[in-house]
Structures are given as structure tokens and as C-alpha cells.
């Protein structure tokens, strides 16, 4: 097997940044709703859209231009997606990204794109990615329905309480190195909180325990 590519992950700030996805399938809309997720500014061009992507636009969530893709369409996009059924304008669409500087996406089509996605779980301001390096994308789904079952909504709640504490500290102005942050987090016994509701509780512990490991009184 040709050796697979060795991809650099990162996690890319969207917001108010122009992303065009072509196609008007469900495929797309998939596509267009998770740049949505990340506040981009969704352009979708296909002559046809899907009952999904017609109710985006109507609710003035995505634009939609409904032709064929054409040369230029990506002029002052920052990323673009191809998600049609026809290889050759997937292949033009990647063509004029890789001109323009434009980080591309063709769906099942990794030799033409500049970044693949993960397998995702969103936990609120927690994010999970998979990715086999388009290896063996049915793999890189499994483990993330594994990691759905392992990390429930909690660990959402968990993070936001953690930030919370964590201004409350800088505004006090306390300095937690990140070796005492990881001393101080017993995670099993704050999540057990959050399952059960007990969300001021959790943020007392996480507090006390910080503040003994500061050695400061909570």
C-alpha cells in the first residue's frame, strides 16, 4: 500500500471567513452546516439544492447560487469543499484552490485536497477529532462512536466550569502552572457531580483543590 500522507492537525478559526462548498446534495449540506457550526460565511453553488441546504438559505444562514461551478467561484473564499458527484469539476474546483492559495476539501478524493476532516465529537467547547489519514475512514468512525459513548454531555459542562474557574483565578490574580492544574483535577469525582446536577459543587472542589495547590484558602 503507497505509504499514507502524515497530516499536521489543527484546528482552524472560521468565523466571518468566506467558505464555499460545492455541491447541493446531503453530502453538502453536511458540509455547510458543520462550517455554520464555526460561524463561517457559507456560499453554496449547485444548479440543484436539497431540501436542507433550500432551508438554510431561506434562513439566511448560507447563500446559495444556483448554477453549475465555475471558474472563479472562489475568488476571496479562505477554504473551499467539493462535494458534487462529477469527478471532473471536483478536480477543476481543486484546481483553482490550489491556484488561489485556497485550503480544499474533495470529498472521497484525498490526493486532491489540501486538508482532510476528522471524525468528530463536540462535547460544547470540547472537540475530539479521529483521523486515519484517509486510510480507512470506516475506522476513524468507529472509534469516534466509541468516544461518543465514553464522553458524555458532561465532559461539555465540565470544560466551560474549568474555563470559568480558570478567568476567576487570572482575575484574582493567581498564576496555576499547568502541572498543578493537572494535580488538582480529579476528574471522575467532579463529572460525578455534573451527572447528578451538582454543578456549584464542582466548582467549589475544583476551587479548593487549586487553592491547595497554591496553597491559598478558597
Known sequence: MKHALSYYPVFINLRGRKCVVIGGGEVALRKAESLLECDARVGVISPEICYGLNKLATDGKITVTERNYEAGDLAGAFLAIAATGDEEVNRLAAAEAEQRGILVNVVDAPELCSFIVPSIVRR???????????????????????????????????????????????????????????????????????????????????????????????
Open 124 to 218: 460544547g467547547y470540547l472537540t475530539l477529532a479521529v483521523s486515519t489519514g484517509g486510510v480507512s475512514p470506516a475506522l476513524a468512525r468507529k472509534i469516534r462512536v466509541k468516544l461518543e459513548r465514553e464522553f458524555g454531555e458532561e465532559y461539555g459542562e465540565l470544560t466551560r466550569l474549568i474555563g470559568e474557574v480558570r478567568r476567576e483565578i487570572k482575575d484574582e490574580g493567581r498564576r496555576v502552572d499547568a502541572e498543578r492544574w493537572q494535580e488538582a483535577l480529579d476528574l471522575e469525582s467532579i463529572l460525578e457531580l455534573l451527572r447528578h446536577g451538582r454543578r456549584e459543587d464542582a466548582r467549589r472542589q475544583v476551587k479548593k483543590s487549586l487553592g491547595a495547590a497554591v496553597g491559598v484558602e478558597d
